[in-house]
């Protein structure tokens, strides 16, 4: 009883001060009141998961429009698939305190960047620079019990979901060697450029929902990435990417990659990306151009990204982790938050960005930026912002992303309600600066939708995967799921 009273107590301040003109107090208060048992759905509510499930195959569409040809570049590679407690325990590597490394140089920089990132349950992609030691572990990391193949590489994984829709036509351009180009969709056309004699192998360290290692237990499944895969961190493929757009003529370009550059070091990283930039700006204009970030630790670098990658592409797919580096990079809001706690917080992550758009994009028409487009995902729902008038079909695009999150995590083609569980928040609010609002999602109306400006919003919850089979990927699916279902309304001035 005294919970419940607390509860309502802290809910009446918070209401006091927000309509006395005090919003700085509610949001210490709401953080308190955040529990699960008032923002998220308890394990009683069992009917929810399927009627979300009913109400995403009632109303998700394919636009009038669709693509017809979509070129994607320029990282590609081979994931060997392992757990990561099994290899690092097979390596003779003890547990210990986790410490980030923004590069890895030994077995022990990448104990502790793994149990850094795994008692978060966080993803993290590092290069690893010494490569006799990084060949060592590949050859343990290939003879594991287990261990599987898999196509990797953002570009290349991006390139195989589109494969999966028989009248959109893939062009791949990236490192791809005999191997990878083996285990590609038939669909999938590789300009004889882009092939080389061998292949470049990522490691991919999964781990279970409350696996333990040592005093380390991960609160969600997860995986840990790294390498030593120079094409891909110089993104060598990119000129080549650029020069076979003219003969295959495509209405969209995806890229990926650039966060591979950051393990190249500042002064490799700092000219490699004049030059990738003046490569993309080679892209014929009137091509609309959808970049994927990942994995970042460099501020330096992110700001460079933000400040001369963002303005010239007109769409963004990211995850929680790096839209809130996005904001630290560029002191922007929430930045002094360290990292997320649990869920992430609607209100925050709408903030940021609704920020990014504004700083960076297209919200006034006389602007340079070609940017009017991000889709955010993060485990529990997924938040589409668009620009007004530029882009349609976006609720659609939104729920689509959020299905093929559902079932490609369990390992299946179509949703099974018993093998989800929802986590996202039933009420939120919108910002916590102005304007604000509180809103509620609808089983039977799975979208909410609100707006600041000429900014829209469309989030949807996910049904997340009570048990995953593989977490590799499923930021790329769900970016592309989100394209093939959305549509230009209006021809940029790209």
């Not at 407690?85 to 210990?96: E, I, K, N, T």
Request: contains cysteine; hydrophobic residues 45%; glycine residues 8%.
């Amino acid at each position: 009883m005294w919970r419940k009273a607390s509860v309502a107590l802290l809910l009446a301040l918070a209401v006091g001060y927000f309509y006395g003109g005090r919003p700085e107090l509610p949001e210490q208060i709401l953080q308190y009141i955040g529990l699960p048992n008032l923002q998220t759905p308890s394990p009683s509510n069992e009917g929810l998961e399927r009627a979300i499930s009913a109400a995403w195959e009632a109303l998700i569409a394919l636009p009038s429009r669709q693509w017809s040809k979509v070129a994607v570049g320029v990282n590609a590679c081979v994931d060997v698939v392992v757990s990561g407690v099994g290899l690092l325990q097979a390596l003779a590597v003890d547990p210990g305190a986790g410490r980030d490394h923004a590069v890895l140089r030994s077995k022990d920089d990448l104990r502790e960047t793994f149990v850094h990132y795994m008692e978060r349950g966080a993803a993290a992609e590092r290069f690893f620079s010494d490569k006799e030691v990084f060949q060592r572990i590949a050859r343990a990391a290939a003879e594991y019990p287990g261990a599987k193949l898999y196509v990797g590489g953002n570009a290349a994984l991006i390139g195989q979901k589109f494969a999966t829709y028989p009248d959109l036509m893939v062009l791949l351009c990236g490192p791809v060697g005999p191997k990878l180009h083996e285990m590609l969709d038939e669909q999938i056309v590789v300009p004889p450029e882009s092939l080389q004699e061998t292949d470049e192998f990522h490691l991919i360290l999964e781990y279970k929902a409350g696996e333990q290692w040592g005093s380390t237990r991960a609160p969600q499944a997860n995986r840990f990435i790294f390498s030593h895969d120079v094409s891909n961190g110089e993104m060598s493929s990119l000129e080549t990417f650029v020069a076979s757009l003219e003969e295959f003529q495509p209405e969209l370009v995806v890229l990926s990659g650039f966060h591979m550059m950051e393990g190249q070091g500042r002064e490799l990283w700092g000219e490699r990306l004049k030059e990738a930039v003046a490569a993309i700006a080679d892209i014929p204009r009137g091509i609309p151009i959808h970049l994927e970030l990942a994995s970042m630790t460099d501020k330096d670098f992110m700001s460079r990204i933000m400040q001369e990658v963002l303005p010239i592409v007109s769409s963004v797919g990211l995850n929680e982790q790096e839209l809130l580096f996005l904001s630290q990079a560029g002191d922007g809001p929430h930045a002094a938050l360290p990292a997320w706690k649990g869920v992430p917080d609607v209100g925050r992550v709408g903030d940021i960005l609704y920020w990014v758009l504004e700083r960076h994009g297209r919200t006034d028409p006389s602007s340079e930026s070609d940017l009017t487009r991000i889709h955010f995902h993060t485990l529990a729902y997924h938040i589409l912002v668009t620009v007004d008038g530029y882009w349609g079909n976006q609720a659609a695009a939104v729920m689509a992303g959020a299905r093929v999150a559902s079932s490609q995590a369990c390992g299946l083609r179509t949703v099974d309600v018993s093998k989800v569980e929802l986590k996202a928040p039933l009420e939120f609010l919108t910002s916590h600066l102005e304007p604000r609002e509180r809103l509620s999602l609808k089983p039977e109306e799975p979208v909410a939708v609100w707006r600041r400006g000429n900014i829209t919003f469309h989030l949807t919850p996910v049904l997340v995967c009570k048990r995953p089979l593989r977490t590799v990927g499923l930021g790329d699916a769900i970016s592309a799921e989100g394209l093939v279902y959305s549509e230009l309304t209006r021809q940029h001035p790209f």
